[in-house]
């Protein structure tokens, strides 16, 4: 099974949004469950094109959160980079 490693940039990231937005106190517990499914489909994500190359995204828990993660084969981790608001004119686009 993939390990699944969360960056201290994109625990960061959650955090403010968590802060900003006012998202409820099990945010953790959501973003945990989106990540889940790297654990046995590590590619499941939408590769990035540009600049976000080697980074693949999924979306969640909620539509606009956008988990960046990159994959490392040799390891069998992802490595989770960042989370952006999705409505924000800076999130990567595929």
Do not use: C, K
């Not at 099990?26 to 939408?46: C, K, Y």
């Not at 995204?57 to 989770?80: A, C, K, M, N, Q």
């Amino acid at each position: 099974m993939t390990q699944i490693v969360v960056s201290p940039q994109a625990q960061r990231d959650v955090n403010q949004a968590i802060a900003g937005l006012g998202l409820p106190s099990d945010t953790w517990a959501r973003v945990a469950r989106s990540l889940r499914v790297l654990e046995t489909f590590p590619r499941a994500g939408r590769a990035l094109e540009g600049r976000w190359v080697p980074a693949r995204f999924i979306l969640g828990p909620w539509p606009w959160l956008i988990l960046l993660y990159i994959y490392d084969e040799p390891s069998d981790r992802v490595h989770v980079v960042a989370a952006h608001d999705g409505r924000a004119a800076t999130s990567p686009r595929p």
